[in-house]
């Protein structure tokens, strides 16, 4: 089966998906809500793609990478509210970088998955009707 752009997409922004929920989990407090909904993510992501390669292109994959991406910009969002103070004294040099520098990370890997995620959405698949 050819693999489309979108495909190729969604796998490296699932496995980008992957790395900010492990780069989270290794960052300090953790909220369920954040693991829950990259956790979400993940499986859908990985359900496109388990679909793609046994269906082949459908009309309703583009939703599963949107709930995906979504999802994924909503747990950056959200992880900021344990965050927020962590930062707030960063930038006041009552902290050190070291003290918020896995959160960071994860914070821009969900951005990048979030993105690549969204414009794999957004690649139309030809689909047989």
Known sequence: ?????????????????????????????VMNYVVTMNVI???????YLVTYGKLGAQAWHPYLLSVAAVLV?????????????????LVSGLRQWSDVAVWA??????????????????CRNPVKQ
């Open 1 to 29: 089966m050819k693999k489309t752009v979108s495909f190729t997409l969604a796998v490296i922004g699932t496995i980008a998906a992957l790395v900010a929920l492990i780069l989270y989990l290794k960052s300090g407090p």
């Open 41 to 47: 993510a993940i499986v859908a992501g990985v359900l």
């Open 73 to 89: 910009l909503g747990a950056v969002g959200y992880s900021l509210i344990v965050e927020v103070e962590a930062l707030g004294y």
């Open 105 to 122: 990370y994860f914070a821009i890997v969900g951005v990048v998955s979030w993105l690549v995620l969204l414009v794999a959405s957004f």
